[in-house]
């Protein structure tokens, strides 16, 4: 019971810290006229993704490579059949950015990249399937080439859109920055002890709770960004929210933790890798094909059916 109410409060201060840290560091780069495409690509997109990075990181210390990488994949396949689900039901989802169309294709190819590298076995029949710190690299090559890209469209785009800021102080700012880090860290220690505790003692695995339990826990932010957007009828934030969290996930995150600690993959994390690949693959096919590009209300549908039964499959196998 103590470690189920220290993982809530982990994920309590968590979401918290990362909500303090993206509005007091946007109001900061506010204040020292940062534009604004700059506070969306960099501080809002890191900050989303800081709890999945935060609780990876201690994972990755801890050697704990079952939450290292549920914890991404989970967040990914929810991302996609929970939170595009549940926004395409709200409303259904129109990519007009052509950099989204840019950007889903390549949410698939860090799919495929992730099961390949993560499979030792299979390409070079070793022992064992290990993201090792040069796979880590890798991924970490991709996301500066990510990154790189974003900045080119910050120049050569046009972006009008405004982000809200509070109006801090400087001195304010930098100090509600240092709490939010301090709580992200404080929240994913938490989260990564408990969850620990929780499934020695229910003799559950380590990679069902940070599939579920874990993956939607850290992505919160998202689905709150996410939803909020659908309701407002900005569906490309709604789309492109998740598409970039998905590449974040992989190429930075995954990328970071196999470079503090090698990731092993079990057996059983196979199945979760070829979901990830098979639901990306169903969002490009969504958005492809058909009339428009958009996730109709129908196929919002069919992602949290599919989610439902990804779930179920995790707790009867």
Do not use: C
């Not at 409060?9 to 810290?17: A, E, K, S």
């Not at 993206?22 to 506010?30: G, I, R």
């Not at 030792?120 to 022992?127: E, H, V």
């Amino acid at each position: 019971m103590i470690n189920i109410l220290l993982l809530v409060t982990g994920f309590i201060v968590l979401i918290y810290g990362a909500n303090l840290l993206v509005d007091s560091a946007s109001a900061l780069a506010k204040k020292l006229d940062v534009p604004n495409i700059v506070i969306g690509l960099t501080i809002v997109a890191f900050g989303t993704s800081s709890p999945e990075l935060v609780v990876n990181i201690f994972a990755a210390v801890d050697h704990n490579s079952d939450i290292a990488i549920g914890n991404v994949i989970g967040s990914n396949v929810f991302n996609i059949l929970g939170i595009l689900g549940v926004s395409a039901f709200i409303f259904p989802l129109a990519v007009k950015s052509k950099t989204t169309w840019i950007e889903i294709p390549l949410a698939l190819l860090s799919a495929v990249l992730v099961m390949i590298v993560a499979n030792d076995i299979l390409i070079d029949n070793g022992a064992v399937s290990i993201i090792s710190r040069i796979d880590g690299l890798v991924l970490l090559a991709f996301f500066v080439i990510f990154l790189v890209y974003n900045f080119q469209l910050m120049k050569t785009g046009k972006f009008d859109e405004e982000f809200t800021t509070k109006n801090y102080t400087i001195k304010k700012s930098i100090l509600f920055i240092i709490v939010g880090l301090v709580f992200l860290v404080l929240g994913g220690k938490a989260i990564v002890y408990s969850a620990t505790e929780i499934a020695k003692f229910f003799g559950i695995s380590e990679r069902i709770i940070s599939l579920t339990i874990i993956s939607i826990g850290t992505s919160l932010p998202e689905l709150a960004t996410s939803v909020i957007a659908a309701r407002k009828r900005n569906v490309d934030i709604a789309i492109g929210n998740i598409v970039g969290s998905n590449i974040f996930n992989v190429f930075f995150i995954l990328g970071t933790s196999a470079v503090i600690y090698p990731v092993t993959v079990s057996l059983s994390s196979q199945f979760d890798l070829i979901v990830n690949i098979l639901v990306s693959l169903l969002l490009f096919i969504f958005i492809f094909t058909g009339k428009g590009r958009k996730v109709d209300r129908w196929e919002g549908v069919v992602f949290m059916i599919l989610y439902v039964a990804y779930v179920a499959a995790l707790i009867i196998m």
